[in-house]
């Protein structure tokens, strides 16, 4: 599936989990890890907030989905479709199969709620895998009326357009599977936290229809559970709490026994990247949507973030892991954005040690906190997710002076190729800054000053140069970084 199942336009917002921090970042070594033990729910993919409960009239099992923080979208959606290794082509959810029904889609359950904003979402997919038209951004979303304790109901009624509007909603011609999905409340951006820590919605008995035909819908009575023991490095956050398997430990490391590895992998049909942090970022559906909540205090603003890693991209695919971080102030309970430090990690066999410059915006001068997030893959412009796409990373720490000369980070976002040349050789910038390049002779002597735009490249012309070895410069506004260009 192509499109985001996250995204329900302003309903639903991506999330990162937080975790409190001191000023020291705890296990920045990444050697010291938590083993925890939950119940999954069989044919169903859920945050970590999925609760096995027991069944309506007190037998059996049914299931609770508990927001568990404020930046948690929680969730549960039928289908269990992750991909973590063995993956390859477009990854195509498995939701539940419409085998040709028609009609009208209803959807009838013992729903409890702690409050009147849980919904229940559907989308429907063509043979291709591909989300369909229509609803809000192809997803039609229903509010449930419910109460505390289990009581039957049947939604009908759906959002039928971004106005948004109600109605009812018909499996659309060559449909093939829809997907099921359920949230205990929906997204309000108005809010400076639009989520409630402890609100759920409750589900037993599930029955969907497509007209007067039952679809069978795996696991449709959430009896079938299973138990999974998960790892997770003590002090940090990670996609693994929606996604099993995106973060392990590893014992290839840097140095002592372990290391984290981060892994893009697939939630929902979806290729989603994996993701190790400190800190959150709650993305909105615009800009100013976006709220942040660093829990990492400060008290000296740092100016680069150090860390050991190794990245090992997807076969055949185009893909490079990233790292981001925010340096935040907080004003009258109001977190804004005043620095930040971004950078490409490139594919690597070995671990190398990166420096990543942390710059303070204009006219900004004071920071309170911070936010680190590693991202097995970048996914933007001419790059790539690749399933199985892996990061490693390790020995995390705050630096307070910035490598100038052969900035291994800028070298890695800066890319001359080919090298060696003939006739042209494309410089291209991945970094999200404008960079200078300056091509000098062995001597040292320039000839060429280039401005390449961020995510942009350059066609250098190399015809009329003399075959030898050449110095290419290339700086940004906190960093440079030395090349050698070979000219045959």
């Not at 939630?267 to 942090?277: D, E, M, P, W, Y």
């Not at 309170?368 to 590693?374: M, N, P, T």
């Amino acid at each position: 599936m192509k499109k985001n199942l996250l995204t329900l336009s302003a309903l639903l917002t991506l999330f990162i989990g937080t975790q409190a921090i001191a000023q020291t970042i705890p296990n920045g070594d990444l050697e010291t890890w938590t083993s925890t033990t939950r119940d999954t729910l069989v044919n169903w993919k859920g945050t970590i907030g999925v609760e096995k409960i027991v069944g309506k009239d007190g037998t059996g099992s049914a299931v609770k989905i508990v927001t568990t923080s404020n930046t948690d979208i929680a969730s549960l959606v039928s289908g269990n479709i992750s991909c973590i290794t063995g993956c390859s082509g477009d990854v195509k959810g498995v939701g539940v199969p419409l085998n040709s029904a028609s009609g009208m889609l209803s959807i009838k359950a013992d729903f409890a709620s702690s409050q009147n904003g849980a919904v229940a979402a559907v989308a429907f997919f063509d043979a291709n895998g591909t989300l369909m038209p229509g609803g809000v951004n192809g997803y039609y979303v229903a509010p449930l009326s419910a109460g505390p304790t289990f009581a039957s109901s049947t939604v009908s009624v759906f959002i039928t357009s971004a106005t948004p509007s109600l109605g009812t909603v018909s499996v659309p011609a060559g449909a093939v599977q829809v997907i099921i999905a359920f949230f205990p409340e929906a997204t309000d951006p108005s809010k400076s936290s639009s989520k409630t820590v402890g609100a759920y919605v409750s589900i037993d008995n599930l029955v969907v229809k497509a007209g007067l035909t039952t679809l069978a819908v795996p696991n449709a009575d959430f009896e079938q559970w299973t138990t999974i023991n998960t790892d997770k490095a003590t002090g940090w956050n990670s996609s693994e709490t929606y996604m099993l398997g995106s973060l392990t430990k590893s014992n290839q490391s840097n140095a002592g026994s372990a290391a984290a590895k981060i892994t893009t992998a697939s939630f929902v049909g979806n290729i989603q990247t994996g993701v190790l942090s400190l800190g959150s970022v709650q993305y909105g559906i615009l800009p100013a949507d976006t709220k942040y909540f660093p829990e990492f205090k400060i008290n000296k603003i740092p100016t680069a973030l150090n860390f050991s890693s190794k990245y090992v991209a997807s076969a055949g695919i185009n893909d490079t892991a990233a790292v981001e971080i925010i340096l935040t102030r907080n004003v009258g309970n109001v977190t804004t954005k005043v620095g930040s430090g971004y950078g490409l990690i490139a594919p690597s066999a070995n671990f190398k040690t990166i420096q990543v410059p942390i710059a303070m915006f204009q006219n900004e001068t004071v920071a309170d906190s911070a936010i680190v997030l590693f991202y097995s893959s970048r996914g933007k412009g001419s790059v790539d997710r690749g399933l199985g796409s892996a990061l490693w990373v390790d020995d995390v720490s705050f630096g307070f002076t910035t490598v100038g000369i052969n900035n291994e980070m800028l070298s890695q976002q800066v890319v001359l190729s080919p090298n060696p040349a003939k006739e042209t050789v494309v410089i291209s910038n991945h970094s999200n800054q404008p960079v200078t390049v300056t091509l000098k002779n062995i001597s040292g002597q320039a000839l060429y000053t280039y401005s390449i735009s961020e995510f942009d490249k350059y066609n250098l012309n190399t015809a009329g140069l003399g075959k030898g070895i050449y110095l290419v410069e290339i700086s940004n506004s906190s960093s440079v970084s030395n090349q050698k260009l070979v000219i045959e």
